[in-house]
């Protein structure tokens, strides 16, 4: 989902406080791309090594916005709720 400039500004700020400027743990670069999207990690239920996918029903997810180091390639999620973007990390069975 497309994350408003706004947003994404305020998460790179928020990235930025917090880790005192990124450092890639790989290669040790420092320039990243932030990508101005909301991600979902979205977490099903499982019973032993089934998936239970049924779309009439609720998923785990946190949402996270990437930024990948411009140099190795890799790549680090972070929690838009814990840098303040928005309200809700998650649905769980709570919510259904
Ligand atoms: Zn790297």
């Given at each position: 989902?497309?994350?408003?400039?706004?947003?994404?500004?305020?998460?790179?700020?928020?990235?930025?406080?917090?880790?005192?400027?990124?450092?890639?743990?790989?290669?040790?670069?420092?320039?990243?791309d932030?990508?101005?999207?909301?991600?979902?990690?979205?977490?099903?239920?499982?019973?032993?090594?089934?998936?239970?996918?049924?779309?009439?029903?609720?998923?785990?997810?946190?949402?996270?916005?990437?930024?990948?180091?411009?140099?190795?390639?890799?790549?680090?999620?972070?929690?838009?709720?814990k840098?303040?973007?928005?309200?809700?990390?998650?649905n769980?069975?709570?919510?259904?």
């Amino acid at each position: 989902m497309k994350m408003s400039m706004e947003n994404a500004v305020k998460a790179l700020d928020a990235i930025n406080e917090k880790t005192k400027g990124l450092q890639c743990p790989m290669c040790q670069s420092r320039m990243f791309d932030l990508a101005p999207v909301e991600l979902q990690i979205i977490g099903y239920d499982r019973e032993k090594n089934d998936l239970n996918i049924s779309f009439g029903d609720r998923v785990d997810f946190v949402s996270v916005i990437s930024a990948t180091c411009k140099n190795c390639g890799y790549t680090a999620l972070f929690n838009l709720k814990k840098l303040g973007i928005i309200e809700s990390e998650f649905n769980n069975s709570n919510n259904k």
